[in-house]
């Protein structure tokens, strides 16, 4: 069992950045792979970085934020971040935090969510 807390979220100007925190429960962290998923307003949640388990050694990103947000982690904080540059309004939106054992799964339908964290870009 994992429990997601995500932390960071809030208010920006375009081009700004914020970095998201995701402190996660359990003895077991670093085995898990760790993504982070957004839903706008009006639209359908969708996967956005993902990062393997232990080392972190592979990282996967959506293309419209590729060079922009980078995911990593923490094992020994039980954290997993994403920092967001050059932030778009289109990046507005609530940000949640997932989990899963499988580094596939965690791209398409994880296992553990956490609770989201609004991110609001203004123009």
């Known amino acids: 069992q994992v429990q997601l807390v995500e932390s960071g979220g809030g208010l920006v100007q375009a081009g700004g950045s914020l970095r998201l925190s995701c402190a996660a429960s359990?003895?077991?962290?670093?085995?898990?792979?760790m993504g982070w998923f957004r839903q706008a307003p009006g639209k359908e949640r969708e996967f956005v970085a993902a990062i393997t388990g232990w080392s972190g050694g592979t990282t996967y990103y959506v293309d419209s934020v590729k060079g922009r947000f980078t995911i990593s982690r923490d094992n020994a904080k039980n954290t997993v971040y994403l920092q967001m540059n050059s932030l778009k309004p289109e990046d507005t939106a609530v940000y949640y935090c997932?989990?899963?054992?499988?580094?596939?799964?965690?791209?398409?339908?994880?296992?553990?969510w956490g609770q989201g964290a609004q991110v609001t870009v203004s123009s």
């Open positions: 359990g003895r077991t962290f670093s085995s898990y792979a």
């Open positions: 997932a989990a899963d054992t499988n580094t596939f799964l965690v791209r398409t339908t994880p296992g553990y």
